[in-house]
C-alpha cells in the first residue's frame, strides 16, 4: 500500500498560468478530500467527494478553482490564473468508506506562484 | 490552546518530560480528531475520542473530552524526539472535519 500520492511534490508557476494538481487516493477508499495548508489560515478545508461525486465544495474559491473524480483512481484540483496568493501546500486525503474521519493524507503538492 | 484565530502555539520541552495540548471548539461535534504532522508530510491520525468517551488512550498518548466546555486535550507521557511535530485537533462538521490551527511541539535531547 504506497499510501495517497500526490504529484508532483513541488510545482513553480508564474503568475496568471494555470496549476493541476494530481492525487491517487488509497485503493479501495471512495472518499477523497482536497485542503490547502499555509502558515497564515492553516489547514483549510476545499472540497470532498465521496464515490466520485462532489459531496461538498464549500471551502474551493468561487474562481478559478475547480475540481473533479473521473474515475476512483484519481482526482485532479485545477487552479486557472494563478495569483500569488494561491502559494500554499495542497494536501489530498481519502478514506474508506467515505467516511470523513480516518483520513490519510497524501505528503502534498507545495506550489509556489512568483 | 489551539483553534479559530488563534496564532499556530509553540511548545519546547525536554526529552521524557510529560506535556499537554489543548484544544477548544465552536459547534457540537461527535468525534474530536488528534493529528500529528511531521516536517514535509501529510498529517495522519493518531487517536479519535468521541463524544461519549471521557478519556481515550493509546500507548503513551491520552486524549480526553468534556463536551460540556467543548474543549480536548491530548497528553504524551515521557515524551521522546521523535514526537517532535505539529499536532491538530479536529472536530467533524457536517461533511468535513475542521482543523484546529495547531501546535508546534519541539522535544529536546
Known amino acids: 500500500n504506497a499510501g495517497v500520492i500526490q504529484t508532483p511534490r513541488h510545482k513553480v508557476t508564474g503568475k496568471g498560468q494555470e496549476a493541476t494538481l494530481w492525487c491517487e487516493p488509497i485503493?479501495?477508499?471512495?472518499?477523497v478530500f482536497w485542503y490547502r495548508q499555509t502558515i497564515v489560515q492553516g489547514l483549510e478545508f476545499l472540497t470532498y467527494f465521496r464515490n466520485q461525486a462532489p459531496i461538498d465544495d464549500s471551502g474551493m474559491p468561487k474562481e478559478r478553482f475547480s475540481a473533479q473524480m473521473p474515475n476512483q483512481s484519481h482526482s485532479t484540483l485545477k487552479i486557472q490564473s494563478t495569483q500569488p496568493q494561491d502559494s500554499a501546500v495542497y494536501l489530498c486525503a481519502s478514506s474508506f468508506g467515505g467516511a470523513i474521519w480516518e483520513q490519510y493524507f497524501g505528503p502534498g503538492t507545495r506550489l509556489t506562484v512568483l | 490552546s489551539q483553534w479559530g484565530e488563534e496564532n499556530l502555539q509553540a511548545l519546547s520541552i525536554q526529552e521524557g518530560e510529560d506535556v499537554t495540548m489543548n484544544c477548544s471548539y465552536k459547534t457540537y461535534t461527535t468525534v474530536v480528531h488528534w493529528y500529528r504532522q511531521d516536517s514535509g508530510r501529510g498529517p495522519a491520525l493518531i487517536i479519535l475520542i468521541r463524544s461519549n468517551e471521557r478519556e481515550k488512550r493509546s500507548g503513551r498518548l491520552r486524549a480526553t473530552l468534556d463536551t460540556s466546555s467543548q474543549s480536548s486535550s491530548l497528553s504524551i507521557t515521557a515524551a521522546q524526539c521523535e514526537d517532535t511535530a505539529v499536532y491538530f485537533c479536529a472536530t467533524d462538521n457536517t461533511n468535513k472535519v475542521v482543523f484546529g490551527t495547531g501546535t508546534r511541539l519541539q522535544v529536546l535531547p
Open positions: 485503493s479501495g477508499h471512495s472518499a
